[in-house]
């Protein structure tokens, strides 16, 4: 009897830390001992009653689903790690080729391009030229004028002319 005085003494009269300490320890017993037994007394208590076969193959069933659903679940957050992976991989491409599109863009200022001169034709070749393109003018002509209609209304037809004024022909 005098220990039970003792720790009564200890619990709930003292403030020293030794009693501080064992009211911490009573605290961790007490909540081990219900997270222990709770759960068995919680099945214990559920499996005295009987539920209905339609209700056990409908709780079967929701289980089956449930698992199917969380198998579905780790696959897709499967993929959806290898979509941030692949993500992040174009991400990081696109920045290396933002770099080097800049540093393309700094040795096109540094390098200055050599102005191209002005070379004219020798009198052969220019020729040439002048023959080629009159016989691409006749053949142009022998086309059928369906053709030649579509041709004379495109972009081409106004270079083609500059051309062959440029050479002189016609």
């Not at 709770?38 to 209700?55: A, G, N, Q, T, V």
């Not at 409908?58 to 089956?64: D, R, S, Y």
């Not at 096109?108 to 070379?119: L, S």
Request: charged content about 40%.
């Amino acid at each position: 009897m005098e220990t039970l005085i003792q720790l009564k003494n200890i619990l709930f009269q003292s403030n020293d830390w030794l009693s501080w300490s064992v009211r911490i320890l009573a605290l961790f017993f007490i909540g081990f001992v219900v997270y222990i037994c709770l759960p068995e007394y919680l099945k214990w208590k559920f499996k005295k009653k009987k539920i209905s076969p339609e209700l056990e193959e409908k709780e079967n069933a929701i289980l089956e689903k449930l698992k199917e659903i969380n198998e579905e679940e780790n696959v897709l957050h499967g993929k959806k790690k290898l979509l941030r992976r692949q993500i992040d991989d174009i991400i990081r491409q696109g920045v290396a080729l933002r770099r080097m599109e800049e540093g393309i863009k700094i040795e096109r200022q540094e390098v200055k391009k050599p102005q191209k001169e002005k070379t004219k034709t020798p009198a052969g070749k220019e020729q040439d030229i002048q023959q080629f393109l009159k016989m691409i003018d006749n053949w142009l002509g022998k086309l059928p004028e369906k053709a030649v209609d579509e041709f004379s209304k495109s972009r081409d037809f106004k270079l083609y002319k500059r051309v062959l004024e440029k050479y002189g022909i016609k």
